[in-house]
């Protein structure tokens, strides 16, 4: 199954970490350079959930990232699973 928030649509994103070499010069050395960037992938913090509808009388099993759980906590779990098209 993919990576994706079924809620948020939040997926997998690629990004860049900078790598360095070089002691910085408040430490005695010539300072710090850049030698290389590397690409890498954040992946958001999903959640498999079982979420109890009061509507329904029914548990919705969902994989949600953390925001999306603070959404349904917020609004209402049938509210935001009917908005997001999962009910």
């Known amino acids: 199954m993919a990576r994706i ?5 939040t997926r997998v994103r690629s990004g860049g970490k900078i790598h360095r070499s070089g002691l910085a010069k408040k430490k005695g050395g010539i300072g710090r350079h850049v030698t290389k ?4 992938t954040i ?9 109890w509808v009061p509507e329904l009388g029914k548990f919705v099993k969902t994989k949600l990232s953390c925001r999306a759980l603070k959404t349904v906590n917020k609004n209402g779990a ?3 699973l009917k908005k997001a098209g999962i009910i």
């Open 5 to 9: 928030c079924s809620i948020r649509g």
């Open 37 to 40: 960037v590397v690409k890498r």
């Open 43 to 51: 992946s958001p913090n999903l959640q498999s959930k079982r979420i």
């Open 78 to 80: 049938f509210v935001t």
